[in-house]
């Protein structure tokens, strides 16, 4: 299904101060591709993925998105911010914006499309998650259900070919996990690129086409669902942690 | 409030028992007890500050309306009566106002004052500035407005010419604080961004500034600006005394308003940063749409204080040689023909500055809670 590859880490490294939190990445995700990351905290997950839109730097190796070198000195990060979505675990709504405002800044500013138009784009995309009726509210007046699948909607009026989910539900109470997790496998049918850091197993069993386990700042299995959740698991990291989030 | 023979818990209850946790007595008898004279340290409290009080208050009625002479009189009747003297007033308000603004030609001073506040009035208004057509309306027209002060000030279209240095009173005060805290807040801004931002030249001059500005009093500021500046500079470039001074009140008041601006920049969460750079705006755009307007509304309350602060230490040029509000007040009592009075011109000018702060003050809070309030109907 796959055709080209869109994102590419290049034995990538990178350090917070002493500490390397990313050693010698590498990873090719191909277009249209679901991946779901996991790992215990800690692992580089979210660094993993906030390199690839330039939220964070890294110090060896490159990363292409669609073929450009992700570099914030020569303002290529900035460009292809716009094209990637970003969803975060805690929303980072914009709190003085209402919902609606939130979903027409990125077009307006960033595409610099009219008025209106970014006002009929943002409620189309809101209708995608459910969310239209809460349009004029303000974040802080939304569950945090709510305000995770705006978050969503924000990202998407953007009209990205990838998106970026930072562990999206685990900041939610346990009965509003299934909403936002519904609007993103409506969203994965859709053939757009995902990155998924979650522990949302259900999720990537069903929905990731390979699912990524990183320790330490390392890939240490990069599998398809159908052999990572695999009892024959091989590697007995992967088997530990799994067996530590599935029992409780 | 109602007794009722058990408490809470079924025990009988004690005559002037306290009354159960969670039961407050309302009324403002109750709150007197409460509040002044629930114990005899505080009753003692109470009724001495209270005597105090009176007696203040009494020897102001005193002077003000028992012997205070209301009607017009000379300077000799006034010192017999022993109380103020409004006839002192009635003779130097203009002076007091306008300094030495040409006195037929004050009504164009007055003239402008009212267009400012006027204009003030208009912006402080939240309906004035909901949309964005209305904000840009707004910017016209306090552009217009601004030009027409500059013109009733200065002359021209027919009006006679005014140079600066007659400019005096409360217009010279209100010019002094408005530019200066406008300009201050600019270069504010910019400070206080720079502080925070990732290059180290940037940083290091932001810091720089703001360390060496609020190492150094204002009025030592005002000196150097009034006299070094002049020596320092070339000789062909004459820079007005009123602009030397704006000068040094916009450099003072930036350093100190920076440094309030970075604590709300601080207290913005770093997802916030991440958000809006993650949607793809630009580091200006950011700024602007996301982080500041959140920032600044944490601060409003210390910035207001700030502008009060600045406001009233617009008295400060008088050191330098000009005649703003307390100036004109200083001059006032300087006439041979009312020699002696001063207590007069010091109240009125002190009611003036009261106004103009405590209104600030009271628009500050009603700013914070109104934006408090989620449900903000624009």
Do not use: E, V
């Given at each position: 299904m796959a055709s080209k590859p869109v994102i590419v880490f290049d034995r990538v490294s990178k350090w917070y101060g002493p500490t390397q939190v990313l050693r010698d990445v590498s990873l090719t995700v191909m277009s249209g591709e679901r991946i779901v990351v996991c790992g215990p905290s800690g692992s580089g997950k979210s660094t993993l993925i906030g390199c690839i839109n330039g939220l964070q730097d890294y110090e060896r190796g490159t990363i292409r998105v669609t073929g450009v070198t992700v570099s914030e000195r020569e303002g290529t990060a900035h460009d292809l911010r716009a094209g990637i979505g970003m969803v975060f675990q805690q929303f980072n709504?914009?709190?003085?914006?209402t919902v609606l405002e939130n979903c027409t800044i990125g077009p307006r500013l960033v595409q610099g499309i009219g008025e209106d138009a970014a006002v009929s784009r943002a409620h189309a995309v809101l209708g995608r998650v459910q969310i239209a009726d809460q349009a004029h509210k303000y974040p802080e007046q939304l569950s945090g259900g709510q305000q995770q699948r705006v978050a969503i909607a924000r990202a998407l009026t953007m009209q990205p070919r990838i998106m970026l989910f930072d562990e999206p539900t685990s900041a939610l109470d346990p009965e509003m996990i299934r909403e936002v997790l519904d609007v993103m496998t409506e969203l994965a049918s859709s053939g757009i690129t995902m990155i998924v850091v979650t522990h949302e197993m259900g999720f990537a069993r069903h929905v990731a086409d390979r699912v990524l386990m990183m320790d330490r700042g390392e890939i240490i299995a990069d599998e398809p669902p159908s052999s990572f959740f695999s009892t024959a698991q091989p590697n007995t990291r992967v088997r530990g942690f799994l067996d530590q989030i599935l029992t409780h | 409030m109602s007794h009722s023979a058990l408490n809470r818990i079924g025990e009988p209850v004690q005559p002037n028992?306290?009354?159960?946790?969670?039961h407050v007595r309302r009324g403002p008898r109750a709150w007197l007890q409460r509040n002044l004279f629930s114990n005899w340290v505080d009753t003692l409290v109470t009724l001495l500050l209270a005597a105090l009080v009176a007696r203040l208050l009494y020897r102001w009625v005193v002077w003000l309306f028992v012997s205070g002479t209301w009607h017009p009189a000379d300077i000799r009747t006034c010192i017999d009566g022993g109380g103020a003297c409004w006839a002192f007033l009635q003779d130097k308000w203009r002076l007091i106002l306008f300094g030495t603004f040409p006195y037929e030609q004050q009504w164009r001073a007055g003239l402008a004052l009212v267009l400012f506040l006027a204009a003030v009035v208009l912006s402080a208004v939240p309906a004035t500035w909901s949309t964005g057509e209305r904000r840009r309306w707004l910017m016209v027209g306090w552009l217009v407005v601004l030009g027409a002060i500059g013109v009733l000030l200065a002359g021209g279209f027919g009006l006679p010419r005014v140079e600066?240095?007659?400019?005096?009173g409360l217009p010279l005060t209100v010019m002094l604080a408005f530019v200066g805290m406008i300009a201050a807040f600019g270069l504010a801004l910019l400070l206080a961004l720079g502080r925070r931002s990732t290059m180290p030249v940037i940083r290091w001059i932001s810091i720089g500034y703001i360390e060496l500005v609020r190492g150094v009093p204002l009025i030592s500021l005002l000196f150097m600006a009034n006299i070094m500046l002049p020596i320092v500079l070339?000789?062909?470039l004459v820079i007005p005394n009123l602009m030397r001074a704006q000068l040094a009140f916009v450099l003072f008041f930036a350093a100190y308003m920076a440094e309030i601006i970075r604590g709300g920049l601080q207290a913005i969460p770093l997802g916030q940063y991440a958000a809006a750079k993650a949607l793809g705006l630009t580091y200006w755009q950011q700024m602007r749409v996301i982080i500041l307007p959140q920032a600044l509304r944490v601060v409003i309350p210390s910035l207001v204080n700030i502008f009060i602060a600045g406001f009233k230490d617009t008295s400060l040029v008088v050191y330098v040689g000009m005649s703003d509000l307390l100036g004109t007040a200083q001059a006032a009592k300087a006439d041979p023909k009312w020699y002696g009075l001063f207590m007069e011109a010091y109240v009125f000018i002190a009611a003036i500055y009261l106004i103009v702060c405590a209104t600030m003050s009271w628009y500050s809070r009603y700013l914070e809670r109104r934006l408090a309030n989620p449900e903000r109907g624009s």
């Open positions: 709504l914009f709190p003085h914006l | 028992a306290l009354p159960p946790p969670g600066a240095r007659f400019w005096s070339p000789r062909d």
